[in-house]
């Protein structure tokens, strides 16, 4: 064993804290000179921590799963109970639903249906929660030669999870949906109405930028929307919770707080855009467009109206999502422009 005087020992523990903070100082510079260099090494960092993640994974899942069973002795027998009445009345459901599948095939069979391609995907295990430069983030070992890139959807078996930020060459990290950083496009099933999600670092994401004169209900189902052509319409997503002091969030269906095995879908999007990564400087996004002034007196243009708005959102959507840049002046888009009403004619 090494013996150091105290002299010296006192000098290292005098130098440690300048040393790393010097550290830290470069790396930070670093990952500012070159970004792509920072994904890079960070990439590789994960690829380098994920087989200790999945060794020291294995004892800690097995210690969960025999307490899980023990503390499943005691109801055995109520819910063996309760197993054969839902099979019982799974029974009925099962004679309606073949029957209704007969019907749908032959009604498909008619009209010459095409169905479309299904998305490829890639089942993956979760072998760390580290956050890394996100608060709330997952890392994924997806093995070698994978096709995951950035940008694509993941979910579990109950509903959206999030979608991949980088990839590595065996482990992908996924940004969850509440994440600070996260925007999602969804639809309010029985509002009908277009709204973004948008994470906070809570467990419960907020419903943000609602048309004028929506008020969400409690308990109804949020689903994800094509609007910008970032995710699909339909994937669940969750159930509206309103706040005691205003507004509303949703109760994720994915159980993100104890995430295991999820799904990596390609659903071919062409409109594909990968979620950034926080910078330092965190830029705000700019205020969501204006409901137009003559959406209730023009009846005639209400419905080129809300189509109109729900592209603008989708727009506003794109750029908070995307990097922040120089400022350039002000100019109409078309999504911006048709929201202006009509000029008023000449006396």
Sequence with gaps: MLRLSVPLRQALARLTLPVLATAAFCLMLLAKADALLADRVRAAVGDSIAPLYALVDVPAHAIRATLANVGRIGTVLADNQELRDQNQRLRKWQAIALALDAENAALKAQLHWIPDNPPRFVTAHVVADTGGIYARSVLVAVGPNHFVASGQIVLDGSGLVGRVTETGRSTARILLITDLNSRVPV?????????????????????????????????????????????????????????????????????????????????????????????????????????????????????????????????????????????????????????????????
């Design 187 to 347: 639809w309010l099933t029985q509002s009908h109405a277009h709204a973004i999600l948008a994470g906070d670092n809570s467990a419960h994401p907020r419903l943000m930028f609602l048309p004028q004169g929506v008020t969400p209900r409690a308990g109804e189902r949020v689903v994800t929307s094509n609007d910008g052509g970032i995710f699909p319409s339909g994937i669940p997503v969750g159930t509206v919770r309103l706040r005691p002091k205003g507004g509303a969030d949703i109760i994720p269906d994915a159980a993100l707080d104890r995430l295991d095995i999820v799904r990596i879908v390609n659903y071919r999007l062409t409109d594909l855009v990968p979620p950034r990564a926080p910078t330092a400087r965190q830029v705000a996004a700019p205020p969501a467009p204006p409901m137009p002034a003559d959406w209730h007196v023009a009846p005639d243009r209400a419905a080129a109206n809300q189509r109109a708005y729900r592209a603008a959102l989708a727009a506003h959507a794109r750029l908070a999502a995307a990097p922040p840049t120089t400022a350039t002046p002000a100019t109409a888009t078309p999504a911006t422009a048709a929201l202006r009403p009509p000029p008023k004619p000449a006396p």
